[in-house]
């Protein structure tokens, strides 16, 4: 286990969890655990023991965003690297070859919301909800509104941002938000059983599926067409494909070559 400012770090069984773990400021996104974070993930993606990543919290928040406190009486330049910095941790999520899960059982505001938005995958309790409530302190919430419409769609993610109303987790799971919503009690066990289902598959074929889904969803149609007959091409190509198709034809398991 590796402690961080404002999270930990541990990587056991092929998962790595990444854990916020600051509830007396409700998991809030200080300058400090932002480059904590951006510097964890970067590591954890090149680590060859870790295939999937799960991001969770301690205490009632999963995060309640960036630390206002932090924030109070600041120049521009600081409130621009701040922002930079905010911005190059949720696109890093989209590089890391892992699938992260954020693991949520309570609420996510602002940039936490925009955290969970930048998850690839999303599991919830039922107590849980998800709000961007920038607008009622006059901070409109503009940098999360990037993964939040990504996720939602237009009309969703406005009501979200114009009203800071927040949105309970059965709402953000029938929106896009969220993939599933389950009892606490049964959080853990839903996590870790999709973590083990991610790890039946090849490492790399997860890796350059991800990687492409993120490069073709802001392509046009035909583009994304170019690129991804492209990627599956090469893919289909490879050793993982042959050793894949092969075990289904032959009606066993597949033992994934390391290498493509």
Request: contains cysteine; hydrophobic residues 45%.
């Amino acid at each position: 286990m590796n402690e961080h400012d404002g999270f930990k770090v541990d990587v056991e069984d092929g998962i790595a969890e990444v854990v916020l773990d600051d509830p007396r400021s409700r998991n809030s996104l200080s300058l400090a655990t932002i480059d904590g974070l951006i510097a964890a993930f970067e590591a954890l993606g090149r680590r060859t023991d870790a295939d999937v990543i799960v991001l969770g919290h301690e205490g009632p928040a999963f995060s309640a965003g960036h630390d206002l406190r932090e924030m109070s009486d600041r120049d521009l330049p600081f409130y621009q690297e701040l922002f930079d910095r905010c911005s190059v941790l949720m696109q890093s999520l989209h590089y890391l070859p892992q699938p992260v899960i954020a693991r949520v059982d309570g609420v996510a505001t602002a940039a936490g919301c925009q955290l969970v938005a930048s998850c690839d995958l999303v599991v919830a309790t039922d107590r849980s909800s998800f709000a961007t409530p920038g607008v009622r302190i006059g901070l409109f919430c503009s940098t999360p509104m990037v993964a939040l419409s990504r996720s939602v769609g237009r009309k969703r993610a406005l009501q979200m941002l114009l009203t800071g109303e927040p949105v309970s987790a059965v709402t953000a799971a029938d929106w896009g938000l969220v993939n599933s919503v389950v009892a606490p009690d049964a959080l853990i066990q839903t996590v870790a059983d999709l973590a083990g289902q991610l790890r039946r598959f090849s490492p790399h074929t997860i890796s350059l599926g991800k990687r492409a889904f993120y490069e073709q969803i802001e392509m046009a149609e035909s583009t994304a067409y170019d690129h991804t007959r492209q990627v599956m091409s090469a893919n289909a190509a490879d050793q993982i494909a042959a050793e894949g198709i092969s075990a289904f034809l032959e009606k066993r398991e597949p033992d994934w070559p390391t290498q493509p």
